[in-house]
């Protein structure tokens, strides 16, 4: 079946400008999840959403990221006024959001190349 | 806070097996342990999970300590492809640095 898929796969911006990432998660997935992860470093999570709830947005670095899930589907990461420290590769997973069975599945994330 | 510790780095000769050792000391009762892994430019992607008693399916193994303090992912069999790096969750956003593991031919 269809994973869950990233756009673009690669994003090069100038300093300043506003970006969005996109990510269409598995259908009938509750459960969406952004990360990012700088060059050699480990996932540095962003924001969390979970069916109607609102979102976990604890990991956002600052108020230039944003992100919203239209219709419990396809969500859409926004970065204002893109700094050379923004760039990383941002990920998403979806997940059912079980007790017994939260597994996470990763699309093949956006690369972000802010010059 | 990844509420887990992992090795930084390990190497295992193809063929033998890898044991990825993680240490999560402060897991609570109703958390599950996650291993996943992610091989160079690639989304990470789904090993095992498990939540008290060892759990084994095609990719891995997972040995998990009677107090629940600290886990062993084993790769029985490790071959190049395994090269990648393992990281162990217990809470769904703290993925940490993970453990790099080389497989040496």
């Known amino acids: 079946g269809a994973g869950v898929s990233q756009s673009p796969s690669n994003k090069v911006t100038e300093k300043g400008k506003d970006v969005e990432l996109r990510c269409d998660p598995i259908?009938?997935?509750?459960?969406l999840y952004w990360y990012r992860q700088s060059l050699g470093q480990g996932l540095e999570f962003l924001i969390y959403?979970?069916?109607?709830?609102?979102?976990?947005k604890s990991g956002l670095p600052s108020d230039r990221f944003s992100a919203e899930r239209t219709g419990g589907s396809v969500s859409t990461l926004t970065i204002q006024r893109t700094q050379q420290e923004d760039s990383a590769v941002y990920l998403c997973a979806s997940s059912f959001k079980l007790p017994s069975t939260d597994t996470q599945y990763f699309g093949p994330g956006t690369r972000l190349t802010v010059l | 806070d990844a509420k887990t510790t992992q090795p930084p780095s390990m190497d295992c000769a193809e063929g033998r097996a890898a044991n990825l050792p993680c240490n999560h000391s402060t897991i609570s009762g109703n958390e599950y342990v996650y291993w996943y892994r992610q091989i160079h430019s690639q989304g990470p992607q789904y090993i095992i999970h498990?939540?008290?008693n060892n759990e084994t399916n095609e990719m891995a193994s997972l040995i998990i300590t009677e107090d629940r303090k600290s886990s062993t992912l084993i790769l029985p069999h490790a071959t190049l492809r395994d090269t990648a790096v393992y990281y162990c969750i217990v809470r769904e956003f703290y993925f940490g640095t993970g453990t790099s593991l080389t497989v040496i031919p």
């Open positions: 259908s009938g997935h509750t459960a």
């Open positions: 498990g939540l008290k």
């Open positions: 959403f979970q069916g109607n709830s609102a979102p976990d």
